[in-house]
């Protein structure tokens, strides 16, 4: 009887295994794309559909909206603007203060980026009854406790490349 609860036991795993591998390779399969098709990281495009939503935006108020670090927006602004997408200027009454906002070569690359995986999924995710959604994210978070991720710093930017190529 043993055995057979040890064999289910481990089928469940070995699927809940496989759907992590399955969405772990989605979100790589779309990083590639998203890089061939318009040379940017996950992270760069939610920056900047940001800006084109927020306008003309500080850094501080970016952060927060995309939910990243201000060094990490400040780091890909500075890779956006060395490629012509954004323009930062300092803030006339507090020159601390930093203003970014696109370009139109920004607003043009904007227009051609693929949809990101995540917006996919939470206009399914936002779909679902609540009950149910209240189930996934319990067992989401369970997962990453059982995997140890619980603890990881993480934005809800979906994206294989490590943080430091933003």
């Known amino acids: 009887m043993a055995a057979t609860a040890d064999i289910r036991f481990s089928s469940q795993s070995d699927r809940v295994l496989?759907?992590?591998?399955?969405?772990?390779?989605?979100?790589?399969?779309?990083?590639?794309?998203?890089?061939?098709?318009?040379?940017?990281?996950?992270p760069q495009l939610v920056v900047l559909r940001a800006i084109d939503e927020l306008g003309e935006v500080t850094t501080r108020v970016l952060s927060r909206h995309v939910s990243l670090s201000?060094?990490?927006?400040?780091?890909?602004?500075?890779?956006?603007?060395?490629?012509?997408?954004?323009?930062?200027?300092?803030?006339?009454?507090?020159?601390?203060?930093?203003?970014?906002?696109?370009?139109?070569?920004?607003?043009k690359t904007l227009k051609t980026a693929p949809p990101l995986l995540q917006e996919a999924f939470t206009d399914a995710f936002d779909a679902l009854p609540e009950k149910r959604r209240s189930d996934i994210v319990s067992a989401v978070s369970d997962l990453a406790q059982m995997m140890r991720a619980d603890d990881i710093d993480a934005s809800p930017v979906l994206t294989t490349a490590p943080t430091a190529r933003t």
């Open 18 to 42: 496989v759907s992590i591998r399955q969405i772990i390779r989605a979100i790589d399969i779309q990083s590639k794309r998203l890089a061939r098709d318009t040379g940017l990281s996950s």
């Open 70 to 107: 201000q060094p990490t927006v400040t780091t890909i602004l500075d890779r956006l603007e060395a490629r012509g997408l954004v323009e930062r200027y300092r803030s006339q009454k507090d020159r601390r203060i930093v203003h970014s906002m696109l370009t139109r070569t920004g607003s």
